[in-house]
């Protein structure tokens, strides 16, 4: 199954991919927002069926491109995981109004991780 990571930060992003590797998945990654867009957009049909989304991102960040997600009526379900060192009652409530469908503080234990993807 692909799972898209959208994640700014080069070491969090490859320890997700190596994770998702060794766990059988195919991660897709984006260094923004923006590019992670046009990855699901260039292949509305095949796109992630997971995505695993950086709060904050240059460009387009976790919770515009997860409204983005949510909003486009011709793409797949994609489930998504807001990832952020945020993390008070106020933050959660934003990312699961944006649409999120969950929500991962920082940094990510592979564990618990492991387990949300498996829901």
């Known amino acids: 199954m692909k799972v898209l990571i959208a994640e ?8 997700l991919e190596e994770w998702l590797t060794s766990w059988g998945y195919e991660p897709i990654s984006a260094v923004d927002g923006e590019q992670a867009w046009d990855i699901i957009m260039d ?12 709060w904050m ?3 387009m960040d976790g919770i515009e491109l997860c409204q983005k997600i949510k909003n486009t009526e011709k793409l797949p379900f994609i ?7 945020k993390n008070s009652k106020e933050d959660i409530v934003t990312g699961l109004d944006a649409g999120a469908d969950d929500f ?11 387990s949300r993807l498996n829901v």
């Open 79 to 85: 489930y998504v995981i807001l990832l952020t060192s």
């Open 104 to 114: 991962l503080s920082k940094p990510v234990q592979p564990e618990e991780l492991r």
């Open 8 to 15: 700014d930060a080069m070491i969090s992003r490859l320890m």
């Open 57 to 59: 991102m240059p460009n």
């Open 43 to 54: 292949d509305k049909v095949n796109a992630p069926r997971l995505a695993l989304l950086d």
